[in-house]
């Protein structure tokens, strides 16, 4: 749904071709998926597996303790 939402975005507000406004649209959704992975090598969960309160991972042998942006 959001990437239907960028891509009507990108060829009704920007002017771009059906194809532009889909690269645009992957780039986005790649780039906001990268951005909620932890960047601990150990780790790599998505921020949706860490508390947010202090961040520790909620899997059970995952070393990791802080969620790293």
């Known amino acids: 749904m959001l990437y239907s939402h960028i891509v009507h975005y990108y060829i009704d507000k920007k002017g ?11 780039k986005v959704i790649m780039r906001e998926a990268q ?8 780790c790599t ?3 949706n597996n860490h508390v947010d309160s202090n961040g520790t991972c909620l899997i059970l042998d995952c070393s990791c303790i802080k969620f790293l942006k």
């Open 45 to 47: 969960h998505s921020s």
């Open 16 to 26: 771009c071709t059906k194809e532009e406004a889909n690269e645009i649209a992957q």
């Open 35 to 42: 951005r909620r992975i932890c960047k601990d090598s150990r």
